[in-house]
């Protein structure tokens, strides 16, 4: 007889089926443990009008919590009182180092100092790690982090992609002004309302403003678009479409778009809705023309005085170009008439036989030419933008069908369900009704809106929303797990003004984002699961309570996005350009893209890098870049060979490793044991543990010459500590969010 004591590995698999049978067993008893399940209606058969996510945003009460010495916001007894419900604890805090790695990714992008985690350590009081999160949020790069987050809902790419992947040169204009809007904390509600309706809005004292609010309504030009399509009327359909699709997902978190042919098949959103709103956004101008392959609109967004000096300065030029050719004619004109030939012809040098007079002055023009050439103006500035078109109204397209149309059309509108707690304002006559959409949109009494918008931060804090499918908040997308925490975020939220930071700061400093990534054990009080064995462990139980960690027991451990992993190489090995905003690529508007020579090359963050549809750049798909031709409300992430590769092969990651290596290596007065502490300590922010520093040093003293790679003027030292760099880079701590 095989005991299963004499084989600890068929004992651990012996447990591990039986635990899997426990919650199979019990998962339909405990179908209401992982989710506290809201609760927004009376009825016991609700209709979808009635469904939680229509109706008005509550101000509940904070609840009652036992473990009274936990919380350190509001937020935390939301969340202490879902876990004390399942008899499950928080976790212990997270170490300094490792929340000032989680709080300096979350609101930069990029990784700490070592002088800043080490300072952090020192003194890691609540009021330390609130003055950390004061000044990240004050750092312009807090700006180009959150200025990416929002161009995955907002589809941002530089070409066109589809049938006619042409260049759109202009786009990054819109997207420095999404970063110069979160830099200086533009309100949300202005900030979805400039994106809509940014040239409806009276125009600021600063004319600047004003265009800055033309730039910001190129959201609603990014999206993807079948310019060559041969039936006009279909594509112009086919953009309002996508734009109604783009902005309900994005901002009220319904799949409008699915009521194009039909009413929708879930959510009381019927076609006539959506058509109401559909001509909103056919009384816009999205493309510039409609010719054969239709070109995309733009607007100018120089200054009125850089316009005037720019076309004085192009008659100026014009001019004197006109009077050289006038001059160079006539004195060429004299020559042919002077020869008393049949076919008279010019010689390879005329001017040689010009008057001295007529030479002398083509010279001084020539001069004033390159001068005012020289002294030229910056050229007039465009930016994707939209603009009021001819109002209309359209009639129910009959499955979809711009050929099929029902006899009346449908004033333009919006979304009825959600009209009697928000009254949408009056369209008038004469405009588009984009205006009206936006400020009906950011209405307090709009009950999706603020719900939708703190649930994508809650969601890129933690990696999971409070209701897990961020852009579908009808009755076929997720319940939320908190309502009560949604409701009363999203009242803060409106509260404050819509500030985007004064929100951060509410999250960050609570104690469920402070907590651990390690999994807590259950309170002793906890009942066990019937049929679990006696030897399951703590872990094992609270695995089963909650096995999505949607009560936040702990800190939800996650990789670094591929902009993050790119930056963070770029930054620890001393090659980050820091510079602010601009393009990288001198592309001439609507040609055919060109191949992308920028991106594996450019040391500038990877914010900054040209987006090209179809053909994003290869690091960045790795590791789950978001389409650029879709709203992107989460990535999705995967774990695949390829990645591990990546951190082999990548000319990337060895020129980081290189580079690091040798600024390590060019400080003469490092011993051999204190280069290999620098370089945990410059990549992973940490001293190496002693086993950790032999593992090393005998890496470093056994590996083979052939291996060490690297160019061939470097010394084999050098190169052994590229190694060593390139194999921490590898490392899960680095690629992981603590």
């Known amino acids: 007889m095989i005991s299963v004591q004499d084989h600890p590995v068929l004992e651990r698999f012996l447990l591990a089926v039986a635990v899997a049978i426990a919650l199979s067993a019990f998962a339909g008893a405990r179908a209401g443990t992982t989710v506290s399940t809201p609760e927004p209606h009376a009825s016991s058969d609700p209709t979808p009008a009635e469904f939680w996510s229509f109706q008005p945003i509550r101000s509940p009460r904070l609840p009652e919590v036992r473990l009274t010495a936990w919380p350190r916001t509001p937020i935390d007894r939301f969340i202490l009182s879902g876990l004390e419900a399942k008899h499950l604890p928080p976790s212990d805090p997270a170490t300094p180092r490792e929340l000032l790695r989680r709080v300096t990714f979350d609101l930069t992008g990029l ?291 711009h050929l099929k149309l029902a006899p009346d059309p449908v004033p333009r509108g919006f979304v009825e369900v959600i009209a009697e707690s928000n009254p949408p304002p009056p369209i008038p006559a004469d405009r588009s009704g984009r205006l009206e959409f936006a400020q009906w949109l950011v209405a307090p009494s709009n009950p999706l809106t603020a719900r939708v918008l703190v649930n994508r931060v809650w969601q890129a804090h933690f990696g999971e929303g409070l209701v897990r499918t961020p852009d579908n908040f009808g009755l076929r997308g997720d319940l939320p797990s908190h309502p009560d925490l949604l409701d009363w975020l999203a009242t803060q939220f ?90 990288l690529v001198d592309w001439k508007n609507d040609e055919y893209t060109p191949g992308d020579d920028v991106s594996a090359n450019s040391v500038r963050r990877t914010l900054y890098l040209p987006v090209v549809r179809d053909r994003v750049y290869d690091a960045l798909t790795l590791f789950d870049f978001a389409n650029p031709s879709v709203t992107t409300a989460k990535r999705v992430p995967t774990v695949v060979a390829q990645q591990a590769l990546f951190f082999l092969n990548s000319p990337l990651v060895r020129d980081a490793a290189a580079a690091l290596a040798g600024s390590i290596q060019a400080r003469g007065e490092l011993e051999s044991h204190q280069r290999i502490r620098e370089a945990y300590r410059r990549i992973l922010t940490r001293e190496p543990s002693s086993a950790e520093h032999a593992r090393a040093q005998a890496f470093l003293a056994h590996l083979p010459p052939a291996t060490q790679g690297g160019s061939p003027e470097k010394t084999p030292e050098t190169q052994a500590l590229a190694a060593l760099c390139q194999t921490l880079f590898a490392s899960n701590e680095f690629v992981y969010r603590p």
């Open 494 to 583: 409106v509260q404050s003004g819509w500030d985007l930071k004064a929100l951060h700061r509410l999250i960050l400093r609570s104690a469920v984002y402070q907590q651990s990534s390690r999994r807590g054990t259950p309170h002793p009080s906890a009942q066990p699961l019937p049929g679990l064995p006696a030897a399951a462990t703590d872990t094992q139980v609270a695995a089963l309570v909650d096995p999505d960690n949607r009560l936040l027991s702990f800190f939800p451990r996650r990789r670094l996005e591929a902009e993050m992993i790119r930056d963070a190489l770029l930054q620890t090995s001393g090659r980050l350009d820091p510079t602010l905003g601009g393009t």
């Open 111 to 401: 990784p700490p100092t070592l002088e800043d985690v080490e300072a952090f350590e020192r003194h890691p009081t609540p009021e330390a790690f609130g003055a950390i999160i004061d000044r990240l949020l004050t750092s312009p790069h807090y700006g180009e982090r959150w200025g990416r987050w929002w161009l995955d809902v907002a589809r941002y790419a530089d070409t066109n992609g589809q049938d006619e992947n042409k260049v759109m040169a202009n786009a990054w204009r819109y997207r420095d002004w999404v970063v110069r809007a979160f830099n200086r904390n533009l309100p949300f509600d202005q900030f979805i309302t400039h994106q809509l309706a940014g040239d409806l809005l009276p125009a600021p004292p600063a004319e600047s403003a004003f265009l800055e609010q033309i730039t910001a309504t190129g959201f609603l030009v990014l999206g993807p678009k079948m310019l060559a399509e041969q039936d006009k009327p279909k594509l112009v359909m086919d953009i309002v479409d996508e734009q109604i699709d783009t902005v309900g997902r994005a901002f009220l978190g319904l799949t409008l778009g699915c009521a194009r042919c039909h009413d929708h098949k879930f959510d009381p959103v019927p076609a006539r809705d959506y058509y109401a709103l559909a001509g909103v956004f056919k009384s816009t101008r999205t493309m510039e023309n409609l010719g054969f392959v239709s070109k995309f609109n733009e607007r100018r967004v120089s200054t009125a005085e850089h316009i005037a000096a720019y076309e004085a300065h192009q008659k100026r030029l014009g001019d004197i170009t006109n009077r050289i050719g006038t001059l160079t004619r006539e004195a060429n004109a004299a020559l042919l008439a002077a020869q008393k030939v049949e076919k008279p012809a010019l010689p390879k040098e005329p001017r040689a036989l010009y008057p001295e007079a007529t030479r002398t002055e083509l010279a001084a023009l020539e001069r004033e030419q390159d001068a005012c050439i020289a002294s030229a103006p910056e050229p007039i500035e465009l930016a994707l933008a939209v603009a009021d078109d001819k109002p209309v109204d359209l009639p129910i397209h009959l499955r979809g069908s």
